[in-house]
């Protein structure tokens, strides 16, 4: 069962683990197991996808109860009036904070996304970060005696493709075990270290106004496990 973070008569929200699919994708055929269809099955009834999180991204995934709903909801998002918060673990010290402003082209899928157009711009993408915690443990994961980490809270403005995930390793400072844009040398350390490794992404909070009364919710999802040992991996203590 997954854990529910919230829940009314409009929307569900839940704390979606890393490695689930939010729904059905023609690239992972095998997979039986999907958000939506286990919040539906949990709770008795339909949901209708209103956002969307990466498959090894865990944290706060949000749904209507309606088709109405969905699109009061989509509404929101789509007048940014949804305020999203990341957590994620990254190579290298980032000091301090700032705003990633990179815009970037969507990444297709020769599968999933075969049937977009050709024409593939660079879109806006900002990200505001913050550095909550840094460390460094006496590894040679790469060609330095030791290694250095960041915990980082991250804002996107924007909802593109990746865009967190980007926006980091085009700082170099990539997301521990991402598979897509990480350093190679530090997924298979972290591979070889933890059973439970996964990407170091998690979204933890969701703020936006209720699509009927307008009141704001805040909607927080704590740390899995799997999250919580790569912080201990990399001698980081998530201040509460």
Partial sequence: MLQILYQDAWMVAVNKPSGLLVHRSMIDRHETQFAMQMVRDQIGQRVYPVHRLDRPTSGVLLMALSSHGAKLISAIIEARKVAKTYLAICRGHLNDEGVIDHPLSENLDKIADRHKSGHNLPKDAITAYRCIEQSEIPVAINRYPSSRFSLLQLNPVHGRKHQIRRHLAHLRHPILCDVNYGD?????????????????????????????????????????????????????????
């Fill in 184 to 240: 190679n040398k530090y997924n298979r350390y972290f591979k070889a270290q933890l059973a439970d490794a996964r990407l170091a992404l998690h979204a933890s909070r969701l703020e936006l106004p209720h699509p009927i009364n307008g009141q704001m919710l805040t909607i927080d999802a704590p740390l899995d496990n799997s999250f919580k040992h790569l912080l201990n991996a990399v001698n980081i203590e998530y201040p509460r």
